[in-house]
């Protein structure tokens, strides 16, 4: 079976650092792109960037360019998304997304179950 | 404020067709396609469409997807609550060929009430 495994939830306070994963299985990792999504609570889904496991072409949302950092591990079929510097505003659910195809723009066609991620002091 | 532009709710009745529309731009829909994705609540959103008119393996044939200009649209029929959910539809939008300034986009969601 195709499909993304994140982490069910972290919990940090402001400032503190954060890495999550996902990790792909059932199918070829390094053939297809994968995305990062956000969706604040209550809220409609933004796109994050994405990134080629096969050579880390990595493209941003210019909405969070700067902000987060996407990056993969091949090896383990894995890949993250991080913060240096987290703050309150950062509290949703984050999904990793696939590429239906080999292009940029194939759209996603599996989506992983999701990080909760709360941002609180 | 969506690139795309979706409206907030719809409603309907068991057995009606429904459609959801998506407006866009000649930079997004107008020049890529359109992909819809449905979402229930404290799950992941699923791929409903692809491609502006494909169904992936396991969506009943109720569901299609079609394209025309700068606006796409997504009918419902027969309409069962098993489908109130919120349904998103998403295209690439770039505004030179070189995919490398591209972005995907996502309309702002339609919630769908069966009533």
């Known amino acids: 079976e195709v499909q993304l495994t994140q982490p069910g939830v972290e919990v940090k306070k402001p400032g503190e650092s954060l890495k999550i994963s996902c990790e792909g299985s059932g199918y070829n990792f390094i053939n297809y792109w994968v995305g990062w999504v956000r969706q604040m609570p209550g809220k409609g889904l933004e796109y994050m960037g994405i990134?080629?496991?096969?050579?880390?072409?990595?493209r941003y949302s210019p909405s969070f360019h700067g902000r987060v950092t996407i990056s993969v591990d091949k090896s383990i079929t894995t890949a993250y998304l991080q913060w240096s510097s987290l703050n309150a505003s950062d509290t949703a659910m984050y999904y990793c997304?696939?590429?239906?195809?080999?292009?940029?723009?194939?759209?996603?066609?599996?989506w992983g179950q999701g990080t909760k991620v709360t941002v609180s002091s | 404020q969506s690139v795309v532009t979706q409206p907030p709710s719809i409603s309907g009745t068991p057995g009606q067709r429904v459609t959801i529309s998506c407006s866009g731009t000649?930079?997004?829909?107008?020049?890529?396609?359109v992909y819809w994705y449905q979402q229930f609540p404290g799950t992941a959103p699923k791929l409903l469409i692809y491609k502006n008119n494909q169904r992936p393996s396991g969506v009943p044939d109720r569901f299609s997807g079609s394209k025309s200009g700068t606006s796409a649209s997504l009918a419902i029929s027969g309409l069962t609550s098993e489908d109130e959910a919120d349904y998103f539809c998403s295209t690439w939008d770039a505004r030179w060929e070189d995919r490398r300034s591209g972005r995907w986009v996502f309309g702002g969601g339609t919630k769908l009430t069966v009533l």
């Open positions: 997304v696939r590429s239906l195809g080999k292009n940029v723009n194939d759209g996603f066609d599996i």
């Open positions: 990134i080629d496991p096969l050579d880390s072409d990595t």
């Open positions: 000649s930079s997004n829909i107008g020049s890529n396609y």
